[in-house]
């Protein structure tokens, strides 16, 4: 009887070291768990800010783009305004120059 108490102390004793080095194992893989979670949000975090400044790079040039073409488009409309002022100039000119002509050959 008391052997059998010994033997059975003993497996006692191994299986709470089986089980110590267990939980010492699935502690250690808890650890490493939850520090490979934090890096990985770490960098989530990285990646959805990178996102975010790239969305508002995006929108700046977009709304530098549209200024630029409102100026262009500007630029255009005075142009051609100075170019229908610079017809009807001419146009006057030619017609200035005709009859100058004409008053020339009468006399």
Request: proline share 0%.
């Amino acid at each position: 009887m008391e052997k059998e108490l010994e033997e059975r102390d003993d497996k006692y004793v191994e299986l709470d070291t089986k089980f110590l080095r267990l939980h010492k194992r699935a502690k250690q893989r808890i650890q490493d768990i939850q520090k490979e979670k934090d890096d990985l949000e770490a960098r989530f975090n990285e990646v959805n800010q990178k996102a975010e400044q790239a969305a508002s790079l995006q929108l700046a040039a977009q709304q530098e783009l549209e200024r630029a073409r409102q100026q262009a488009s500007e630029a255009l409309r005075s142009m051609d305004a100075e170019r229908q002022q610079l017809r009807t100039v001419n146009s006057k000119r030619v017609t200035l120059l005709i009859s100058l002509y004409n008053v020339c050959v009468i006399f």
